[in-house]
Each structure stands twice: as structure tokens, then as C-alpha cells.
């Protein structure tokens, strides 16, 4: 006989997609929408870690979407050393699959990412192509803490779900012309400038981690219905701020001796 206890993983999964399915709606936030993906994935499919790379309009990849802190760090790592499952799976367009980081294999393909990864805390790496038709888009990364395969079933959701970003990432939309993809892309990479710039400012003026300072940047803007990247632009504009963790204090723009006015961003 079927038990809630046997349900709840087909539960936890159907939660999951309903929440995706909610933000592909008007004033749709791209970098939200990425970050909650990272997030989910976490939670489905037994990872301990996520992060989404998505190409710019030169073809290089670029970070969109990370569930920590340190996940973000090490995903810039790989980035920046130009190694690492994510660029071989957007390169090549499949599933590229380390069931152990400290392996001849990956020591020999990415020796500095593995070594990066390893001091990490993680042990093993799954990388999965985002595809748009027949074009590769971005990757996204699942990382383990313990060094083993991905079963076949934990790999399928997982590319049911590297699908779903590319989804989002086209706003609800068939791409007609290669354009709007590149505008979208140029528009989330831009955001993401924005929200770092933001992060920083928070983490100075409250005392807090940079993780913690973009959570309390993301629970702002949910708890007062706005989009992420806006309330960023307005922290960096210094024409609004966010209280600290624990204030009561409702969102509203600073207040001088006359009315606000936006300053530069600097």
C-alpha cells in the first residue's frame, strides 16, 4: 500500500517544478529564476552543491546561478583557469560525468580545478549541456561530497532540469532569431554585475558574508513582491536600502532633508 513517506520524493519533485513553473510569468527574473533552479537541484537530486553557466554573446561562459557561496567561487575558479567538467560538457554538448576528483582522470584532464574542487570538500562533479535545439547554450554543475557514480535515474532528472534553465532562460518564448537569445543573455550577465555590486555593499554596511548579504538582498525583494536585479540597482544607486537581519523595518527609499534623487552608479 502507497504511504505518504513512499510519496514524497514524487511530492518534493512535483513542489519543485510548480515552483519553476511559477516564476516563468510576467516580470520574470532571469537570475532568480537561475539561483532557485541551483537550489532545487540540491534538494531533488541528492547533490550537495549547483551552479549554472550560461555563453555571452562572444560564445564564453559566464556565471549565472550558483546554490553557495563557495560553489560561486569555484565556479569562477574553473572560469578563470579555462578547466573543468562544465567547459568540456559546453563544449562538446554531452553529459560529462567524474565519479572521483582525486582519479588519474580528472587529475590529468583539469589538474587545477581538481585540486580547487578537492580543497572544496567535494569528490565528485556531474556536468550536464544546456541545449537550444542544436546550439549549446550553458552547462550546469552538480557537485558530490563523496566520490561515486550518478545513477541513470538521478542523471536523467538531472538533465530534465539543465533543460528547464534553458527554458527559463528563453522567457517563456520560442527564439526565433539567434538575437533575442543573445539579448537575454547580455541582459542576465549585466544583471549579475549589479547583484555582485550590490552583495559587496550589503556585506560592508551590515557586517555580513557576501552568501549572507545576497540573502538578505533575495529575501527583500521577495517579501516586498520586487525584482531581484531592480532592488539591486536602487542599493548601488544608493536611492533605497535594505534593512539588517532581524530589523522590522519595511523597505523604503533613504530619506534625506528633501526628496531622493538617484546618484551615479560608481
Same mark, same amino acid.
Given at each position: 500500500?502507497?504511504?505518504?513517506?513512499?510519496? &514524497?520524493?514524487?511530492?518534493? %519533485?512535483?513542489?519543485?517544478?510548480?515552483?519553476?513553473?511559477?516564476?516563468?510569468?510576467?516580470?520574470?527574473?532571469?537570475?532568480?529564476?537561475?539561483?532557485?533552479? /541551483?537550489?532545487?537541484?540540491?534538494?531533488?537530486?541528492?547533490?550537495?552543491?549547483?551552479?549554472?553557466?550560461?555563453?555571452?554573446?562572444?560564445?564564453?561562459?559566464?556565471?549565472?546561478?550558483?546554490?553557495?557561496?563557495? /560553489?560561486?567561487?569555484?565556479?569562477?575558479? &574553473?572560469?578563470?583557469?579555462?578547466?573543468?567538467?562544465?567547459?568540456?560538457?559546453?563544449?562538446?554538448?554531452?553529459?560529462?560525468?567524474?565519479?572521483?576528483?582525486?582519479?588519474? @582522470?580528472?587529475?590529468?584532464?583539469?589538474?587545477?580545478?581538481?585540486?580547487?574542487?578537492?580543497?572544496?570538500?567535494?569528490?565528485?562533479?556531474?556536468?550536464?549541456?544546456?541545449?537550444?535545439?542544436?546550439?549549446?547554450?550553458?552547462?550546469?554543475?552538480?557537485?558530490?561530497?563523496?566520490?561515486?557514480?550518478?545513477?541513470?535515474?538521478?542523471?536523467?532528472?538531472?538533465?530534465?532540469?539543465?533543460?528547464?534553465? /534553458?527554458?527559463?532562460?528563453?522567457?517563456?518564448? @520560442?527564439? =526565433?532569431?539567434?538575437?533575442?537569445?543573445?539579448?537575454?543573455?547580455?541582459?542576465?550577465?549585466?544583471?549579475?554585475?549589479?547583484?555582485?555590486?550590490?552583495?559587496?555593499?550589503?556585506?560592508? =554596511?551590515?557586517? %555580513?558574508?557576501?552568501?549572507?548579504?545576497?540573502?538578505?538582498?533575495?529575501?527583500?525583494?521577495?517579501?516586498?513582491?520586487?525584482?531581484? /536585479?531592480?532592488?539591486?540597482?536602487?542599493?548601488?544607486?544608493?536611492?533605497?536600502?535594505?534593512?539588517?537581519?532581524?530589523?522590522?523595518?519595511?523597505?523604503?527609499?533613504?530619506?534625506?532633508?528633501? !526628496? @531622493?534623487? !538617484?546618484?551615479?552608479?560608481?
Amino acid at each position: 500500500m502507497e504511504t505518504s513517506a513512499s510519496r &514524497q520524493p514524487e511530492h518534493r %519533485l512535483a513542489k519543485a517544478f510548480i515552483t519553476l513553473a511559477d516564476t516563468l510569468v510576467s516580470g520574470f527574473d532571469l537570475i532568480e529564476f537561475m539561483h532557485g533552479l /541551483t537550489e532545487q537541484c540540491v534538494g531533488l537530486l541528492g547533490v550537495d552543491a549547483a551552479g549554472l553557466l550560461i555563453t555571452d554573446q562572444h560564445g564564453n561562459l559566464q556565471l549565472v546561478g550558483a546554490s553557495s557561496e563557495q /560553489t560561486r567561487l569555484l565556479e569562477l575558479f &574553473q572560469l578563470q583557469s579555462d578547466q573543468g567538467p562544465c567547459l568540456d560538457s559546453f563544449r562538446s554538448g554531452r553529459a560529462v560525468h567524474c565519479a572521483d576528483l582525486s582519479g588519474t @582522470a580528472a587529475t590529468a584532464s583539469w589538474p587545477r580545478f581538481a585540486e580547487r574542487a578537492h580543497l572544496a570538500g567535494f569528490r565528485a562533479v556531474s556536468a550536464l549541456p544546456m541545449r537550444l535545439r542544436d546550439q549549446v547554450v550553458g552547462a550546469m554543475n552538480l557537485f558530490r561530497s563523496a566520490p561515486g557514480e550518478l545513477d541513470g535515474d538521478t542523471a536523467a532528472l538531472a538533465q530534465a532540469m539543465a533543460d528547464i534553465a /534553458t527554458i527559463g532562460l528563453l522567457q517563456e518564448r @520560442a527564439i =526565433r532569431e539567434s538575437q533575442i537569445l543573445v539579448e537575454q543573455l547580455e541582459y542576465a550577465l549585466n544583471s549579475r554585475v549589479v547583484i555582485e555590486q550590490a552583495k559587496g555593499m550589503l556585506g560592508e =554596511r551590515h557586517d %555580513l558574508p557576501v552568501e549572507e548579504a545576497f540573502g538578505l538582498l533575495r529575501r527583500h525583494a521577495r517579501s516586498n513582491q520586487q525584482n531581484l /536585479t531592480e532592488l539591486a540597482r536602487a542599493v548601488v544607486a544608493r536611492t533605497s536600502d535594505v534593512p539588517p537581519p532581524g530589523s522590522t523595518g519595511d523597505f523604503s527609499p533613504q530619506r534625506g532633508n528633501g !526628496p @531622493a534623487t !538617484p546618484s551615479a552608479e560608481g
